[in-house]
C-alpha cells in the first residue's frame, strides 16, 4: 500500500518524475493550506522523506526552516540547516543571507536540487512581531530562488483557518497568487472517521507552463495517517 | 472580447488623447488573470515585430516573474526573441526588488549577477527612479521622436505593496499622458486590495477586463472542499468580462469564456447553449441523486389523486367525504384503514387513495371537537 499511496501524491505533484539532475519538484513554489482540524504537516513531513530517498536523483537536498517544532522533533525525518529569525525585517535578511549562503555552497550543478522548507510560515510572522509586509517580502525573495536562474523548489505550509476570520485574508491569499501548487488539507465534511482522516486536493496552476511540460490538473483524494506511513486512496476506494 | 483588447492596444494612442490602458483583474476564485496578461504581451509583440502596431517597442515591468520568464515564454509562444534588445526591454522588480542581494553581494555572501537581457531594480519604493526608468528604457528602444513605444506591468498589486495608491495612480497617470506612451496594460488581483483602490485603477483604465469562475462559490478556494465540483468546473476557465470605456464616454461591454490549455488562454464566445448548462449543484457522492431520463417519463406517467384531470371526463368537485365513485364504496367499507399503492400497468403509474373522510356519515350534527378532552 505504501508504494501505491507514493503514487497518489507523488503523481499529484509530479514527484514521480524524478529524473537525475533535475529539480524534482520542477523548480515550483508549493503551498500547503491546512487548518485545526486536519494539521498538514505530515504533508511536509512526506515529501521531505520522499525527496531524500529518490534513488534516481541523490544530490537532492532539503533547506528546512523549522519554526513549528523542535528540530529534534524533525530529528528521525531529517537534518538540515537550521534558520533563526530574529524578530523584523533585519531578522529575515538573515535568515535570508544563511539560505543563500546554504544554496552557494552547493556544486553548481546541484543548487536546481535544493528544495527550501518552511514549517510554518504564520510562525514566521509571529517571528516577525506581526509585520505581513516582511514575510512577504521574505517569501519573495525565497520564490525568486525558483526562477530559471537557481532553480530550486520551495514549500510552504500556513494556515487556512487562521486567517478565514478576516474580512480580506490578504497575507494568504498573496501566497496562494505566487503558488504554483496548491495543496489543500481538510477534515471530512461529514467529521471524524476512525479510517479517514482527511481530504486533500491538489490544484496544479502552473498557468505559463514554465517548466515546459504540463502537469495541469486537479487531483482530490482522502488519506489515512499510519503510524510511519500515510495511506491516500480515492473516495470510496480504501480496501 | 479578447480580440477587441489587443487591437485596441495595437492602434494605440490618437494625437493628444490618452493612451488606452488596460486593468486585467482576478481573484483567487479564478487566478487566471496572469494567462490574460502574458495573452496580451505576446499579441502585442507579434503585432509591434511584425510592424502593425503603433506602438514600437515594450517595456515590462517585471514584479511576480522573472525576465528569463517572460523571453522562454515569449519564444514558445512563437515570438522572435533573438533580436529581443532591439524591441523589449524587462524592468527586473523580481530579482531583488529591495537590494538585500545587492546588500549580500557587497558584504561577499552572494556573487553579484545581473539578469541578462534585464535592467535589475533594486529599490521599488522609490517610484519617481521607476518612472524614469522606463520611460529611458522606451526611449532606448524607439529614439527620442515621435514614435511610441508599450508599458507592461505585471502586478500593480505587488507595485502597491511597496509604493501608496496615490503614487501608482499618478505613475499611471504621468505615463497615459506622456507623447511616447502607445498603450498602458497592467494585473490587478483585487480580492487583495480594497475597493478604493480597485476602483481607482479602473477609474484610470479604458478597457477594464475581468476574469470571473464559471460558477460563483461563497469564498473560491478557500472554501469547504464539499464544493468540490465547483473547484472542478472553476479549475483552468472562467468567465471573460470586459467593459471598454470610449472617447465619447459611451461604455461597452462584451462577455467569453476562457479556458487555459497547454499553448496558453483559449477565448470562446458564450453560446446559448453554454447560458443553459445546468450548473450541476448536486454534488458528487456515491450515491445516486438524480433521475434518468426513464425514470422521469415514468414520474410524468403517474396518474395523481385529483378528480379533475382535465381528461375529458366529468370533473366533480371534491368535498372532501364523498368519493368519486360511489360503486367502489363498498370496497372501501371492506378496507378503511388509509392506504395509497403505487402500480404499474402498461408502463403508466397509478396512486390509489382511500380517504379516511369515507368513513364518515355525512351531515352529522356531533360536533368533531367533542371527543377532545380538554
Known sequence: MDSRARNLLDEALGLDQLTQSKSPLGGKAVLIEDCVETSGSFVLHQLIKRLLTATSNS?????????????????????GEEGKAGGGRSGLFALFANITKVLNSLPEGNRKC??????????????AHGSSDHVLDFLHYCHALTSNHHGCSLVMLNHDDFYSSMDRPVFLKQMEYAADVLVKVKPLATGLAADVHGQM??????????????????????????????????????? | MADSICRTIRDGALEGEHAPSLTIKDTT?????????????????TLILAGKSQSRGLV?????????????????????????QKWIHILDCYT????????????????????????LFQDVKDINKLQSLILELGSGLVGQGKVRFSVAIDSVTEMLRHVPLSKVAALISDLRSHDQISSIFWLLHSDIHDVRVTTSLEYLSSMVASVESLNQSS?????????????????RRGKFHVRFKRRNGRVRVMNEQFHM??????????TVEDGLVSQGLVPKVLFNLELSEKEKLERARVVLPFEHQGNGKPIQIYDGRRSLAPESMGEVSADTSQSSTEECSNGGGEIIYFRDSDDERPDSDEDPDDDLDI
Open chain 2, 219 to 235: 469564498d473560491g478556494l478557500s472554501g469547504d472542499l464539499g464544493n468540490l465540483s465547483l473547484l472542478e468546473q472553476n479549475f
Open chain 2, 261 to 270: 490549455e497547454e499553448s496558453g488562454i483559449k477565448f470562446t464566445s458564450v
Open chain 2, 29 to 45: 476564485a479564478s487566478p487566471y488573470g496572469f494567462g490574460v496578461f502574458t495573452h496580451v504581451l505576446s499579441q502585442a509583440s
Open chain 2, 60 to 84: 515590462v515591468v517585471a514584479y511576480s516573474r522573472s525576465p528569463s520568464f517572460y523571453l522562454d515564454f515569449l519564444k514558445r509562444s512563437g515570438v522572435d526573441v533573438a533580436s529581443s
Open chain 1, 59 to 79: 544530490s537532492n537536498v532539503v533547506l528546512f526552516l523549522a519554526f513549528a517544532n523542535p528540530f529534534s522533533h524533525y530529528d528521525r525525518i531529517l537534518l
Open chain 1, 201 to 239: 486536493t491538489v490544484l496544479n496552476r502552473d498557468q505559463c507552463n514554465r517548466r515546459g511540460s504540463l502537469n495541469n490538473r486537479m487531483s482530490n483524494f482522502q488519506f489515512r495517517i499510519k503510524e510511519n506511513s500515510v495511506e491516500y486512496f480515492y473516495p470510496g476506494a480504501r480496501t
Open chain 2, 96 to 119: 531583488d526588488p529591495l537590494g538585500w542581494k545587492h546588500q549580500l553581494a557587497d558584504s561577499g555572501i552572494l556573487p553579484s549577477n545581473s539578469s541578462a537581457g534585464a535592467c
Open chain 1, 114 to 127: 535544493l528544495t527550501i522548507v518552511i514549517d510554518d510560515v504564520s510562525l514566521i510572522e509571529v517571528a
